[in-house]
């Protein structure tokens, strides 16, 4: 079966710092490239970071540079966002999503982690 399992969200203060994991099972992620999205309350979904297939490419939304950092590991089949200087606007459910390519629309999502900054 077919799953994508994030985790690592929380309660946390401004200025501090999370890493979301995405646990894929049932397929090779090294073969898709992956995502992460995020929905924030009362709003739509917003791209947030992308990596190909091998890692060595990532892509950010502006105001996250500098702050996000996706990677991933083939060994492990796992997904990461490490999230830094952690702000308000920040606050969301984020997930983690594949495509086949990059052109290509999602086709497995998770459940979403819920990450909430508040002082």
């Known amino acids: 079966q077919v799953q994508l399992v994030e985790s690592g969200g929380g309660l946390v203060q401004p200025g501090r710092s999370l890493r979301l994991s995405c646990a894929a099972s049932?397929?090779?992620?090294?073969?898709?490239?992956m995502y992460w999205v995020r929905q924030a309350p009362g709003k739509g979904l917003e791209w947030v970071s992308g990596i190909n297939f091998r890692g060595d490419n990532t892509y950010y939304l502006d105001s996250v540079k500098g702050r996000f950092t996706i990677s991933r590991d083939h060994a492990k089949n796992m997904l990461y966002l490490e999230i830094n200087s952690l702000k308000t606007e920040d606050t969301a459910l984020y997930f983690c999503?594949?495509?086949?390519?990059?052109?290509?629309?999602?086709?497995?999502w998770g459940q979403g982690t819920q990450v909430t900054v508040s002082s």
């Open positions: 049932g397929f090779t992620l090294s073969t898709y490239w």
């Open positions: 999503a594949r495509k086949v390519e990059w052109y290509a629309g999602y086709d497995q």
